[in-house]
């Protein structure tokens, strides 16, 4: 269970970070926002309006932004049918801060770079490797590790490499 639920995460953390420092380039967004042209465009044209104190206020007051709409999509943030915010729902706003923080650590490090599209997909491309790189990792561990480890510890505990029901009773 904790190769399959917990070490997933821990990874992706371990390669987000490594791929922040080794290449300068924050991934720790989803790969659907780093291939958003619209994102990418108010980047460069300096348009994404994010909360600067209550988050609550903000996302009731501007429900048209982009910053909106995405944390409908990436924080759980309801909507009903008339465009105001769902008051029964709750909304995580420290989610919803940790957030902001990414989309402007990102937007910071595409502005300094110079070139925007070239560090979104610079971005998206590092990202993907790292999904790749987990999925293998991940695989490694559950296919060939796990089993190894299981046969060690039998042996370690029964002192035998047979099966526990191949083993005769005397």
Same mark, same amino acid.
């Not at 190769?3 to 995460?9: H, T």
């Not at 491309?125 to 293998?136: D, E």
């Given at each position: ?44 044209? !300096?348009? #994404? ?6 988050? %609550? ?5 501007? *429900? @048209?932004?982009? $910053? ?61 490797? !790292?999904? #790749? ?6 695989? %490694? ?5 796990? *089993? @190894?480890?299981? $046969? ?19």
């Amino acid at each position: 269970m904790f190769l399959n639920f917990v070490a997933p995460a821990w990874i992706a953390k371990g390669f987000d970070s490594a791929s922040n420092k080794l290449f300068n380039t924050n991934v720790n967004l989803d790969p659907k926002i780093l291939n958003d042209k619209n994102f990418i465009e108010s980047i460069k044209n !300096n348009t #994404l309006k994010l909360p600067k104190e209550n988050i %609550i206020d903000f996302l009731d007051n501007n *429900p @048209k932004t982009q $910053f909106s709409i995405l944390t409908e999509k990436y924080c759980g943030v309801k909507r009903l049918e008339n465009g105001m915010r769902d008051p029964r729902v709750f909304v995580d706003e420290k989610k919803i801060k940790e957030f902001q923080t990414e989309i402007e650590k990102f937007s910071k490090q595409a502005k300094e770079s110079g070139n925007v599209d070239k560090f979104a997909k610079k971005a998206l491309k590092v990202k993907s490797a !790292n999904i #790749l790189a987990n999925i293998t990792l991940s695989s %490694i561990l559950l296919a060939i590790c796990l *089993p @190894k480890l299981t $046969f060690y510890l039998r042996k370690l505990v029964t002192g035998s490499d047979a099966e526990p029901g191949l083993v005769k009773n005397v």
